[in-house]
């Protein structure tokens, strides 16, 4: 597995490659913009002006996005309580009684359709699924939502201690969510670390989930592997003594972003541009996709500190899971797909490793011309893998359904 020891979508190298942006980005733009007859004396007030953020912008932000898709969809904010005070329930541990809410968007769809309940990543929400909407929306009852912490849900201070109370926090919310909503019988997808809270609540609460879909799953490997030595070997160096200080502080590269103020969208606007698509043939960004993703990925990354501050409680230095996934797959009680882009840096090997010990169906399918991103990468080949691993529910002869030309089974 490729090393990550800032967190699953900014790697150690994106930070650099962001610090390095600072010093390159071109000061007499924000210059430009003051009415002050000189550059010299525009560039502090210009430096002053961070630019703002809030659920109200990344929304706004969401709906310019959600503009490229041409399915109606219906947007709301599903309150999830407020729960009273000595409550268990995790995210209401702090000073405010105010309700939470849940950021979801649900596609129209013909009747009957099964429902495929999809929940983004670490650093990610949502919108990130908008080149997939449109497709999936008429074959599924298509519902997203940006977990507790997240792009526009609420986000409450975060205040759990424990690797076990953290995970509460983003299983018990979803779970909120799925009761205030009245689903079942869903089909749930998790991509990253979304893939490590579905398989996590999947286990939990298997009664509701038809079938579950993780896409480049986080939370199957641990440091008592054997690829985890070399993590050690790389602490003892005053560059891995750094980054573990970083880790274990809950340095995120949101804080970054925010920091740097109105220098910050435009980091992201280079990051989105090399990072989305940097796999794919034929199907790079846009210039209208980069732009309004880019707008919208800002607006989530600057937003208050709330989910994000999970990172250290479930991974360690290294991204490696503190309770990995694979111990747990002998009690794996719902049938699971794996997918995973051929270039994707999670290891696609963990997936095949829970396989030999889970007792439900288990599929493994890779997509070429994609990376960790696959549903941007490769949407139509991501779509492709989708469609046969719901065929039980999309086909009335799924059994002879023959596997993709254009996929790869593990």
Not at 21 to 39: F, H, I, M, Q, Y
Not at 125 to 142: E, I, K, P, T, Y
Not at 388 to 399: K, N
Request: net charge positive.
């Amino acid at each position: 597995m490729k090393f990550n020891p800032i967190h699953y979508h900014f790697s150690t190298s994106v930070l650099s490659r962001m610090a390095e942006e600072v010093g390159k980005t071109d000061l007499r733009s924000s210059a430009a913009t003051s009415s002050a007859p000189s550059k010299s004396r525009s560039l502090w007030p210009s430096l002053l002006r961070w630019i703002p953020s809030s659920t109200d912008h990344i929304v706004a932000a969401e709906k310019r996005l959600l503009s490229l898709i041409k399915t109606p969809y219906v947007q709301e904010q599903v309150n999830i309580g407020s729960g009273p005070p000595g409550s268990k329930i995790r995210w209401f541990r702090s000073s405010s009684n105010e309700p939470r809410f849940i950021n979801t968007v649900t596609f129209d769809s013909k009747e009957d359709s099964p429902t495929l309940v999809m929940v983004h990543g670490y650093a990610a929400s949502q919108g990130f699924f908008f080149r997939n909407f449109d497709a999936l929306a008429s074959h599924f009852r298509v519902i997203a939502i940006d977990q507790l912490g997240w792009g526009g849900s609420s986000r409450p201070d975060f205040s759990c201690k424990s690797t076990e109370e953290t995970e509460a926090w983003f299983i018990d919310s979803f779970e909120e969510w799925r009761k205030a909503k009245n689903l079942s019988n869903f089909i749930l997808l998790g991509h990253s670390f979304g893939g490590y809270v579905a398989a996590k609540y999947a286990l939990k609460h298997p009664e509701h989930v038809q079938h579950l879909i993780l896409v480049g799953p986080a939370g199957f490997s641990s440091e008592s592997d054997a690829k985890s030595e070399w993590i050690t070997r790389f602490r003892a160096t005053w560059k891995g003594a750094i980054l573990n200080h970083l880790w274990e502080s809950n340095f995120t590269p949101q804080k970054l972003v925010r920091g740097l103020g109105p220098w910050g969208p435009d980091l992201v606007r280079r990051y989105t541009s090399a990072r989305f698509g940097a796999y794919s043939s034929g199907t790079i960004l846009t210039e209208e996709e980069s732009r309004l993703l880019t707008d919208y990925v800002y607006h989530t990354l600057a937003a208050k500190a709330s989910g994000e501050l999970c990172l250290k409680y479930i991974f360690s230095f290294g991204a490696f899971t503190r309770m990995p996934l694979l111990r747990s797959a002998s009690d794996w009680k719902v049938p699971t797909t794996f997918i995973y882009g051929v270039q994707d840096w999670m290891n696609y090997q963990g997936a095949q490793e829970a396989r030999k010990q889970m007792k439900v169906p288990c599929e493994i399918i890779r997509v070429p011309q994609g990376g960790h991103f696959v549903f941007i990468d490769n949407p139509s080949g991501f779509h492709s893998a989708m469609f046969y691993a719901c065929r039980r529910f999309l086909t009335p002869d799924s059994d002879n359904e023959s596997f993709p030309e254009d996929l790869i089974s593990a």
